[in-house]
């Protein structure tokens, strides 16, 4: 083999999908591309110990490559089940990683999923100019439904508040195996 020959090694990996846990947190930083985004992803952390959202990991020795974040129904009332939609955001997997179903896979796990929980739908954001990523959750069962101005802020790790402006499409699905929410529900008093 010469300097200028190619070698080539095909590497098997082992995807585990999961909750984050705590110990996550940091490496969700990836190695400093998304520190600004340390008290987000511990905000996140803590609403999913409380039940109220839930950070999907595609982890590859015990390290996340791959994630997407649901934010889950606020259902007050436990016999609407009108209520039971989620809301999918943040999803991402690192550029190595990329064209390899990692994110489809991550998307069909969160429907798993919603799906044994008994959420009747699912909905997510492509920003207008990202195509893939709309043609991705399409191609997943995805329909537009509308679009939003993509107007949000947080706090990064320093204090200081970012404003964000990203305008997007917003794409729902319909999970299988549930029953469409009925027109109205009666409850003995």
Same mark, same amino acid.
């Given at each position: 083999?010469? +300097?200028?020959?190619? %070698?080539?090694?095909?590497?098997?990996?082992?995807? $585990?999908?999961?909750?984050? %846990?705590?110990?996550?947190l940091p490496k969700l930083e990836?190695?400093?591309?998304?520190?600004?985004?340390?008290?987000?992803? +511990?905000?996140? !952390?803590? /609403?999913?110990?409380?039940?109220?959202?839930?950070?999907?990991?595609?982890?590859?020795?015990?390290?996340?490559?791959?994630?997407?974040?649901?934010?889950?129904?606020?259902?007050?009332?436990?016999?609407?089940?009108?209520?039971?939609?989620?809301?999918?955001?943040?999803?991402?997997?690192?550029? +190595?990683?990329?064209?390899?179903? $990692?994110?489809?896979? @991550?998307?069909?796990?969160?429907?798993?999923?919603? *799906? /044994?929980?008994?959420?009747?739908?699912? *909905? $997510?954001?492509? +920003?207008?100019?990202?195509? *893939?990523?709309?043609?991705? !959750?399409?191609? @997943?069962?995805? /329909?537009?439904?509308? /679009?939003?101005?993509?107007?949000?802020?947080?706090?990064?790790?320093?204090?200081?508040?970012?404003?964000?402006?990203?305008?997007?499409?917003?794409?729902?699905?319909?999970?299988?195996?549930?029953?469409?929410?009925?027109?109205?529900?009666?409850?003995?008093?």
């Amino acid at each position: 083999m010469t +300097a200028t020959e190619q %070698r080539v090694m095909t590497l098997q990996l082992k995807v $585990i999908f999961r909750p984050a %846990r705590r110990d996550d947190l940091p490496k969700l930083e990836w190695h400093g591309e998304y520190t600004h985004f340390r008290r987000v992803f +511990a905000r996140a !952390y803590e /609403e999913q110990m409380q039940g109220k959202r839930l950070m999907l990991l595609a982890d590859v020795n015990n390290f996340p490559i791959g994630q997407v974040f649901v934010q889950l129904a606020n259902t007050e009332d436990i016999f609407s089940f009108a209520n039971r939609r989620a809301y999918l955001y943040s999803l991402r997997v690192m550029d +190595a990683f990329r064209g390899q179903g $990692i994110g489809t896979a @991550l998307l069909q796990e969160a429907e798993r999923i919603l *799906s /044994e929980h008994g959420y009747t739908s699912m *909905s $997510i954001a492509a +920003a207008k100019d990202n195509p *893939s990523a709309r043609r991705l !959750y399409e191609r @997943l069962g995805f /329909e537009v439904t509308t /679009e939003d101005s993509g107007h949000w802020n947080y706090v990064d790790h320093e204090g200081r508040t970012r404003h964000v402006v990203e305008p997007c499409w917003i794409l729902e699905k319909q999970l299988r195996g549930n029953p469409p929410p009925p027109a109205q529900r009666k409850r003995g008093r």
